[in-house]
Nanobody, 123 residues
Framework: VQLQASGGGLVQAGGSLRLSCAAP????????MGWFRQAPGKEREFLAA????????YYSDSVKGRFTISRDNAKNTVYLQMNSLKPEDTAVYFC?????????????????WGQGAQVTVSS
């Protein structure tokens, strides 16, 4: 599965961005999806995950209430809406697909990864 992330960029603190992750040509609904990020010098961090239907979601404490994961299986796309962005949200953001209908916050449980999208939040 090839995942194509887009929507990153530069935004001021307090602003919003929406990341998209497309999986063209695949039966997208067979996969649980997740978003992770990695800042320079830091380990990869789990952010959010959703089940195959999108009805079950799970967030890390660091983004709960600010970020929203959603998916459109008809478009083979998962989204991460990011609001109230902070400078500490600056990182490369990755989408990932898991060959399961169930969510996970462990990066090792995901089978496919996108190429990453840079998000930079200025103070």
């Amino acid at each position: 599965v090839q995942l194509q992330a887009s929507g990153g960029g530069l935004v001021q603190a307090g602003g919003s961005l929406r990341l998209s992750c497309a999986a063209p040509g695949r039966t997208f609904s067979n996969y649980a999806m997740g978003w992770f990020r990695q800042a320079p010098g830091k380990e990869r961090e789990f952010l959010a995950a959703c089940s195959w239907s999108g009805k079950t979601t799970y967030y890390s404490d660091s983004v709960k209430g600010r970020f929203t994961i959603s998916r459109d299986n008809a478009k083979n796309t998962v989204y991460l809406q990011m609001n109230s962005l902070k400078p500490e949200d600056t990182a490369v953001y990755f989408c990932a697909a898991r060959s399961s209908k169930y969510i996970s916050d462990a990066g090792g449980d995901y089978d496919y990864w996108g190429q990453g999208a840079q998000v930079t939040v200025s103070s």
